[in-house]
């Protein structure tokens, strides 16, 4: 009886395309709706600047690009949770007690970690982004643009990076120049492409970042340097497909290429 217990798990478990994996996801950022409203230099062109170019393009189709390493080194994500508030309703019949009912739909910010490479391209990716959504002026009319040093070398060279002036304010962009929509797809092995069993993507409307943690060093063991940032997003939706029939979805016009990667 037992025996045929576990083959009936079995079978049921083969039937649904096995258990689902919690390493298996895609991540990407859509910034196609971006809009300039107060002039100058764009978010992307933030990107640019800072080492990532092209980052719409390429975070999914070119694989030696900077921005490749944002979707691909993700080492930890979640999918979103959502929660109802309630209001209370008392009253209804004679002897009921309190009766919740649900009034509306919330939204609670994410997590997302990424392993650094060499460059620290994911960590400038974050700190480029919420540096251009507080923009630096100088007289209320300059905005300062980002500082670069084009080689560290020495210590010399090192101590040229200087702060800026002391007089200078800040100020907030609209949210269209720097909000995007992040897509995450839960995703299992598969043949061709290895992740393309898409079981479900949530697309997360208006996002951008909220805080970026404190990144340790030390002088101890060498590890690999990580980054985490919490996003805020006014709402999500649900895309859902089926794994047991090879789903994919386009998380951003190249998904195809995204999944072929880790084929």
Excluded at 49 to 76: H, L, R, S, T, Y
Excluded at 147 to 176: C, H, L, M, W
Excluded at 201 to 226: C, K, M
């Amino acid at each position: 009886m037992a025996r045929n217990g576990i083959n009936r798990i079995l079978e049921t478990i083969s039937n649904q395309g096995g258990m689902s994996m919690s390493n298996e996801y895609a991540l990407l950022f859509d910034f196609s709706n971006l809009q300039n409203e107060t002039g100058g230099q764009g978010l992307l062109q933030r990107f640019d600047a800072v080492g990532i170019p092209n980052f719409q393009a390429n975070q999914a189709a070119e694989w030696g690009a900077a921005a490749a390493v944002i979707p691909m080194f993700c080492k930890d994500a979640q999918l979103p949770n959502i929660s109802a508030n309630l209001s209370q309703l008392q009253g209804r019949y004679l002897g009921e007690g309190q009766v919740n009912y649900p009034t509306n739909k919330t939204f609670s910010d994410i997590s997302l970690t990424w392993y650094c490479d060499a460059n620290m391209a994911p960590h400038k990716f974050l700190t480029s982004w919420f540096d251009f959504i507080f923009p630096e002026y100088i007289n209320g009319q300059q905005e300062l643009g980002v500082q670069t040093i084009s080689e560290i070398g020495d210590e010399q060279s090192f101590g040229s990076a200087s702060p800026r002036p002391i007089n200078r304010g800040t100020k907030v962009r609209y949210p269209v120049e720097y909000q995007c929509n992040i897509k995450i797809a839960k995703t299992e092995n598969g043949p061709s492409p290895k992740n393309r069993r898409t079981s479900l993507v949530y697309v997360l409307e208006n996002a951008f970042p909220t805080a970026i943690d404190a990144v340790p060093l030390s002088f101890g063991a060498s590890q690999v340097t990580e980054v985490s940032a919490s996003f805020s997003y006014s709402r999500h939706n649900i895309v859902y497909g089926d794994a047991n029939y090879g789903s994919s979805f386009d998380l951003g016009g190249a998904f195809s290429q995204f999944a072929n990667f880790f084929s």
